[in-house]
């Protein structure tokens, strides 16, 4: 794997740990390996979706973000963020590890996820 990319990845991870904490209703995540990916689980509260993490196939350089591709929050997030991610259709946020990462606007969009069975739940 790419150096800068490993090091994006890291970054990615203490993101992920990081604002799992500061969300409330998430609790401990789990870490795991699915589909040979790290991957990040609400497993204590089930309050989110899995978030997976990866060097993006075919991409020198491309590292992405995975997301449960029967939800919603892909689509979600190119609402939001349409100038900030590369999309993969309804799964994943690509990004490139020669550009800075964009911490806030990842930290969202990981926040909507680590809390989507949660906010989901309160709709009914």
Not at 15 to 22: D, K, Q, R, S, Y
Not at 104 to 121: D, G, P, S, V
């Amino acid at each position: 794997m790419d150096r800068a990319v490993a090091v994006r990845l890291g970054e990615v991870r203490d993101l992920v740990l990081a604002t799992a904490a500061a969300t409330p209703g998430v609790g401990r995540i789990e870490q795991a390996l699915k589909w040979g990916q790290p991957s990040f689980l609400t497993a204590e509260t089930g309050s989110g979706s899995t978030i997976r993490m990866d060097a993006a196939k075919g991409r020198p350089g491309g590292y992405a973000v995975y997301f449960h591709c029967q939800t919603d929050l892909v689509e979600t997030f190119r609402g939001l963020y349409p100038d900030v991610f590369r999309f993969e259709g309804n799964r994943a946020l690509h990004l490139d590890a020669a550009n800075p990462l964009p911490a806030e606007e990842l930290r969202h969009c990981l926040a909507l996820a680590l809390t989507y069975h949660q906010r989901k739940a309160g709709t009914r």
